[in-house]
C-alpha cells in the first residue's frame, strides 16, 4: 500500500468536527425512546460538557448576525456624482460597457456664428 501523509487540521477544525459529532449524540439522546435510550443515555454534566464544546465549535444562531447596509443610503446625491466622475475619468471604458453614448458638447467655432438662431433657421428652410 502506498504511503500516504496524515493529515493535518488546524485546531478549529478539529473543533468544529467534535462539536459536530456531540451535537448529532445530544440530538440523539434528546429524541431517544425505549431501549435507544439506554444506548444513548448521557449524565447531566456529560450534557453540559457537550453545550459548552459545541458553543465553541459551532457557532449559535444569537451568535450570528445577518445584516443588509446599503452603502448609498446615507450617501448625498452629490457625492454620489463626485464618485461616478471619478470612476468614469480613471475607467473611460465603462461608458461603453454600460452602452452610454456621451452627449457632445455643443461648442460654435468663431466663423459660424450666425445672427438667427438655429431653430429659427430650420423652420424658415423647411417651409420654402
Known amino acids: 500500500m502506498p504511503y500516504r501523509a496524515p493529515h493535518k487540521l488546524d485546531d478549529q477544525t478539529k473543533d468544529k468536527i467534535r ?3 456531540l451535537s448529532r449524540r445530544v440530538y440523539r439522546y434528546a ?4 431501549h435507544a435510550l ?4 448521557m449524565e447531566p ?5 457537550a453545550k459548552v464544546l459545541i458553543d465553541k465549535g459551532k457557532p449559535s444562531l444569537q451568535a450570528v448576525e445577518t445584516s443588509t447596509a446599503d452603502p448609498f443610503e446615507d450617501m448625498s446625491v452629490e457625492t454620489m ?4 466622475k471619478a470612476l468614469i475619468l480613471s475607467h473611460p471604458e465603462i461608458i461603453q460597457a454600460l452602452n452610454l453614448i456621451p452627449n457632445p458638447a455643443v461648442v460654435q467655432q468663431t466663423g459660424d456664428m450666425s445672427t438667427e438662431p438655429v431653430v429659427e ?7 420654402t
Not at 31 to 34: H, L, R, T, V, Y
Not at 38 to 41: A, M
Open 31 to 34: 429524541n431517544a425512546k425505549g
Open 45 to 49: 454534566a456529560q450534557v453540559q460538557a
Open 19 to 21: 462539536a459536530e459529532i
Open 121 to 127: 433657421q430650420v423652420i424658415k428652410d423647411t417651409s
Open 38 to 41: 439506554d444506548k444513548y443515555r
Open 81 to 84: 456624482v463626485e464618485q461616478c
